[in-house]
């Protein structure tokens, strides 16, 4: 009986020793240690060792360094390439954590105001209208069941690419009495119907009783080049239309310089706005190739500085980007980009590509007074901290102007079509 009472005892106290392990602070520590090390050639990462492990490689070639000596282990990535990285606790085996070195890859950030000049595929519907005929009032293209938000990419078996494409056949048909064929795309697909123009009352002219929109403008900041590829990214955010407010499908488009010529400064629920003008010489700096969620993107024409880092910079990986100061860079005045300093409040390492990353604040005094927090133009801003690019700027929260929402670089360096995810091969144990 009593070594059964012993037993008990000594099961109870095992039993509140693991529960009070769980619960401390080194063992969920711990548990949050990484599965996966993702570091760039160069790049050293400190591990805080919650409890008393020890590291090893699996290989032992000179691809990562590893320090285990202190209260921390430290890996420093010397070359491309993947290894393993094995825990041990008291010579026993405890985790495996995979380590890939990428190679090492750099942007020049950007901050210069830029003018958007963005074409759409075919031309867009953004509204109905009204056509006065003897008969009375009704919309020949409502009728024929296309929506706000279509896209007439053909009519009568033709590429319609601009506004200008689309008269000459609404006037033939209307004088033949025929009707048009018109291919419309649509989210669901392609979609094709049969529109007969009518004549307006007292006039000669034959209407569809759509208004329709071929291109859009505007203005943003221009994020990040890519010396080699020639590759940029700006906005951080996707463009739509004004009307439809649904992204738009572009054809081509061009990227010119703008400057910045007044600030109408936000308050809580009035966001703010850069006033800015393209630049006089209207000369293109690049093209636009993709209109995405994460930005605008495509290639520039050369070469161009920000007057502050124009040398390439590192970037960070979504869960490199650390809560605390940043920097901005920016245009408020002129064409003079200056840098700013906000709060990285919250970040998400994410895994798969996401928009809102990131939530920041403008701590900056200056420009605190000059535009309130963050302004429309202001999108695709670079944020850089620790010397690396981490991100844009993307959204202004409208009851907070201060603060607002960025992506990380990671996603936007994606959409462009650059890869720095290189795959290592992998080592021999």
Do not use: C
């Not at 390439?81 to 890939?100: C, S």
Request: cysteine-free.
């Amino acid at each position: 009986m009593k070594f059964e009472h012993l037993r008990k005892i000594i099961g109870g106290i095992l039993l509140v020793s693991l529960i009070a392990i769980g619960f401390s602070n080194p063992f969920r520590d711990y548990l949050h240690f990484p599965k996966d090390i993702t570091l760039f050639e160069g790049q050293t990462v400190n591990l805080s060792k919650a409890i008393p492990v020890s590291a090893s490689l699996s290989s032992d070639d000179s691809t990562i360094d590893i320090d285990d000596s202190n209260n921390s282990i430290a890996l420093k990535a010397n070359q491309y390439g993947k290894d393993e990285m094995l825990l041990e606790l008291a010579g026993i085996p405890i985790k495996k954590v995979d380590v890939k070195v990428l190679k090492d890859f750099r942007v020049i950030p950007g901050g210069q105001s830029i003018g958007v000049k963005l074409n759409s595929v075919g031309v867009l519907v953004v509204g109905h209208h009204q056509v006065h005929t003897d008969k009375g009032k009704v919309s020949p293209g409502d009728l024929a069941g296309i929506k706000v938000g279509d896209i007439i990419t053909e009519i009568n078996g033709q590429k319609i690419e601009k506004m200008a494409d689309v008269a000459p056949f609404v006037q033939k048909a209307g004088q033949s009495g025929e009707a048009l064929n018109i291919v419309i795309s649509r989210e669901s697909g392609k979609v094709k119907t049969k529109l007969k123009p009518l004549k307006e009352k007292d006039s000669e002219n034959y209407r569809l009783g759509l208004y329709i929109r071929d291109s859009a403008a505007g203005i943003g900041t221009l994020t990040f080049y890519h010396a080699d590829s020639k590759k940029y990214g700006a906005l951080g955010h996707v463009i739509s239309d004004m009307d439809t407010k649904k992204p738009i499908v572009v054809e081509d488009g061009q990227i010119v310089r703008s400057t910045v010529t007044s600030i109408e400064k936000g308050s809580n629920g009035d966001p703010g706005e850069k006033l800015a003008r393209f630049s006089s010489d209207k000369k293109v700096i690049g093209n636009i190739e993709k209109n995405s969620p994460f930005g605008i993107f495509g290639k520039l024409n050369h070469h161009l500085t920000n007057g502050i880092m124009d040398k390439p910079m590192p970037i960070a990986l979504s869960n490199q980007v650390k809560e605390g100061s940043a920097k901005i860079l920016t245009v408020v005045d002129n064409d003079d980009v200056q840098q700013f300093d906000i709060e990285i409040v919250s970040t998400i390492p994410q895994k798969f590509p996401a928009t809102k990353g990131m939530v920041i604040k403008v701590t900056d005094p200056k420009l605190l007074k000059k535009t309130g927090g963050i302004v429309q133009g202001m999108s695709g801003s670079p944020i850089i901290q620790n010397g690396k690019v981490v991100g844009a700027v993307t959204h202004v929260f409208v009851n907070d102007p201060t603060s607002g929402y960025g992506v990380h670089i990671e996603w936007m360096l994606q959409q462009a079509g650059i890869n720095i995810y290189e795959t290592p091969r992998e080592k021999a144990s």
